[in-house]
C-alpha cells in the first residue's frame, strides 16, 4: 500500500484520487468509489498513521514483523489508551484461527519507537516468566509495517507491535454493572481466583523475584464465567531499588504510594483490597473514609449487618502496610471463614519492608514526575521485633562463668593427680 491510501466510511481502503482541475477529490459519500475519496472522510492520513476506526468496528487488516507482514489478522478495534491501540485479532496455525489481542502503538509515540520497544519487551520478558491461568500471556513483541490490508505493504513503514494470547469476557467493571443483584458468595468467589494470581505474581518471577503490578484495578481485570484474569501490565516491575515513576490510579493507590511513592507487595495487595470492595459493593474505594466502606460491605446481600465480616475484610484496607495480611488468598479465605460462623485469625501480617522490598516513586506534584531518587541502604522502618520476656538478668553470663570455674577446678585436679602418681 503506497502513500495517501485512506479507509472509508465501508471499511475498505482505496488508493489515492487524481485531484481535478480545481485541485479537489472526487468522491461521493458512501462506498469510496474508483479513484474517489468520499467526502465524509475527513483529512487525507498521514503515512504510516493507524486507522482511526471506531471502537468496536470491524475494519479487515492484518500486521506483522518484516519478513512476515500478514501473520496476524486484526478483526476488530476494542480500545484507545495512552501506549496505542488493542485489537482483537487472529493467527492461523495448521488452518486452525487462534484468538489473540494485538497492541499497536500510538502513532505519536513512534517516535521514540527503541525506548517503546525495550519497554514492551520487558513486560513480555516479565510476563513469560509466569504460569497462572490468572494472569495473561505473551506471545511476541516485534516490529513492522503499519496495518494494512492483506498484500499491501508499505515497508517504509515502521510500527510496534505487542502480541498476548486473548483473554475472552468482560472487565470486571462491566461484570459488577453486568449483575447487579450478585451476591457475597457470587462476588468473593472471583476475588479469591483474582488473589490467586495477586500471590502468585509476588512469588514466581524471573529467579524468584517478586514482581508488582502496580495498576490492579477493575479495569484491568477480565471475567469469564467464574475465571478472573489480570491484564495490562504496562507498569509492572520486578521489585528492585531501581528509580521508578509514580503511576496507578488514585482510589486504588495505597497511602504509602501516595505519601512516600512506596511500592511493595503490600501496596499492590491494598489495591487488591480496594478491587475486591468494588466487587462487592459496586462503589469505588474511599480508603480516605473507612467507616463509610466498612457500612456499605455490611449491606452487601448475603452479609447484610455483619460488622465482623467488614472487620475481616478491612484489614486488607490498612493504612499501615505492615499490619496488611501478607497472603492475599488467605486473607480471601479468612473472609468468607468469619462469614459462614467461623473466627479464625486472620492471616498474618506482613513483615517489616527493607530496601530490597520496596520501590520509590516521588510525591504527587504539579506536571510530569520527576524521576526518583535511589533507594537508600537502610531499612524504611525499623524492624519489628518480637516482645521480650522481661528477663535481662543476665543469668546466661553467670552459667558461662560457672562452666569457666568448672573447668579450671578440673584441669588443677588433673594436674594435682598427675604430680601424686610420679611422687609415689
Known sequence: MGPGWYLATDG???????????????????????????????????????????IGHSVPMVAGPLDDPDRFRLLRLQSRGGEGELWQGEILIDRVAIPVAVKVIHPSNAANIVEWRARWQRQAELLRSLDHPGLV????????????????????????????????????????????????????????????????????GLGGWPIVHRDIKPANVIINGSKACLVDFGFARILSDQPMTLVGTPSYLAPEVLSRGMYSEASDRFALGGTAFFTLTGRRPDPDDPAAMAAALCGVPG??????????????????????????????????????????????????????????????????????????????APALTAPTSGRSDGRGFKIALYCIGFAILACLGILLGIGLMRFL
Open 12 to 54: 475498505r481502503w482505496y488508493p489515492p484520487a487524481a485531484p481535478s482541475a480545481g485541485g479537489a477529490l472526487r468522491g461521493t459519500l458512501a462506498g469510496g468509489p474508483a479513484g474517489g475519496r468520499p467526502a465524509d472522510a475527513g483529512p487525507p492520513r498521514a503515512q504510516g498513521h493507524i486507522p482511526a476506526g471506531a
Open 137 to 204: 500471556k505473551v506471545r511476541d513483541v516485534f516490529e513492522g509495517p503499519v496495518p494494512h490490508p492483506p498484500g499491501a505493504i508499505d515497508p517504509s513503514t515502521r510500527s510496534l507491535y505487542l502480541v498476548m494470547n486473548w483473554v475472552q469476557g468482560q472487565t470486571l467493571e462491566q461484570w459488577v454493572g453486568t449483575y447487579p443483584n450478585r451476591t457475597f458468595t457470587d462476588a468473593i468467589r472471583l476475588v479469591e481466583r483474582l488473589a490467586s494470581a495477586v500471590d502468585h505474581l509476588h512469588t514466581g
Open 303 to 380: 452479609v447484610e449487618g455483619r460488622d465482623d465480616v467488614a472487620a475481616a475484610f478491612m484489614v486488607m484496607l490498612s493504612p499501615d502496610p505492615y499490619q496488611r495480611p501478607r497472603n492475599a488468598t488467605a486473607w480471601v479465605h479468612s473472609v468468607v471463614a468469619v462469614a459462614g460462623g467461623e473466627r479464625p485469625a486472620l492471616a498474618p501480617p506482613a513483615p517489616p519492608l527493607t530496601a530490597a522490598h520496596v520501590m520509590y516513586a516521588p510525591a504527587p506534584s504539579a506536571g510530569s514526575p520527576p524521576r526518583l531518587p535511589p533507594v537508600p541502604n537502610s531499612p524504611v
